[in-house]
């Protein structure tokens, strides 16, 4: 079994948040699976250090490798966001959820 964390959330209505894991059983061979797991890992730690163009860059390159990959889109989508509208200053990679 296979697991890639793909976000952390605090859901309205809560102050704790949670992480996201996919859990991963596609048909690809395992090589592929673990090149595209490894550049995820690296695109995550881009994201978590602030480095948002960077990140956004990654996520790109990833959502280039599979064309349908949801989690890509929305972390790079976010990472341009954060671009020019950062987070504050003590965001610690959660993002708040303001509706259900």
Known sequence: MT??????VVVKGRSVGIAI??????????EETASFLEAW????????????AEAATAFTALKQRRPNDGPSKLLRDRCLVFASD???????????MLEK
């Open 3 to 8: 697991l890639r964390l793909v976000d952390r």
């Open 21 to 30: 894991y996919e859990l991963l059983s596609d048909h690809r061979p395992l």
């Open 41 to 52: 890992a690296d695109a995550m730690k881009l994201y978590e250090l602030k480095r948002w």
């Open 86 to 96: 950062p987070p504050p200053v003590d965001w610690d990679g959660y993002t708040v």
